[in-house]
């Protein structure tokens, strides 16, 4: 819980990031909120990377039951993030395959993800680590933003 307002930044660090996030000194309650749903939640993890004992990157894993697959469960990884300073030195894809063993280790049958089409460079490293566009996406905003 104590990285979470470093967290909250990372996420915000980037042009669709700021849009949507609110980092500073005092968060919302509604981060604490929901770190603390996927702390009791034996499903879901949230991750940090550190370098030089900062947060330089993060993300979350979740894994999700389901009835295909012949009832295998699937993990998804969400919200990552690397620091803008620490980008281009292998930290994500440390964190990636990080992600992928334990799915792995867990059994999972596919590890999917999914990145806003205006995020080019999120796609090319993607794509690049052996993630394939395979369906497409779609998102039903209940709120604005």
């Given at each position: 819980m104590a990285d979470l307002p470093q967290i909250v930044r990372l996420l915000a660090d980037d042009?669709?990031?700021?849009?949507?996030?609110?980092?500073g000194d005092e968060i919302p309650e509604a981060y604490f909120s929901a770190f603390t749903a996927i702390e009791k939640d034996p499903n879901n993890q949230v991750i940090v990377a550190e370098v030089n004992g900062a947060?330089?990157?993060?993300?979350?894993?979740?894994?999700?039951?389901?009835?295909?697959y012949t009832g295998g469960e699937r993990a998804q990884i969400?919200?990552?993030?690397?620091a803008s300073d620490h980008r281009g030195i292998g930290l994500g894809q440390d964190m990636i395959n990080w992600a992928i063993d334990r799915a792995r280790a867990r059994g999972?049958?596919?590890v999917q993800l999914t990145t806003d089409r205006q995020r080019p460079?999120?796609?090319?490293?993607?794509?690049?680590?052996?993630?394939?566009?395979?369906h497409m996406g779609m998102k039903y905003p209940l709120r604005d933003g």
């Open positions: 042009p669709l990031g700021v849009t949507r996030e609110t980092p947060v330089a990157g993060t993300l979350q894993l979740t894994y999700i039951p389901g009835l295909t969400e919200g990552v993030r690397v999972c049958r596919v460079d999120a796609i090319r490293f993607y794509q690049k680590i052996g993630f394939r566009p395979s």
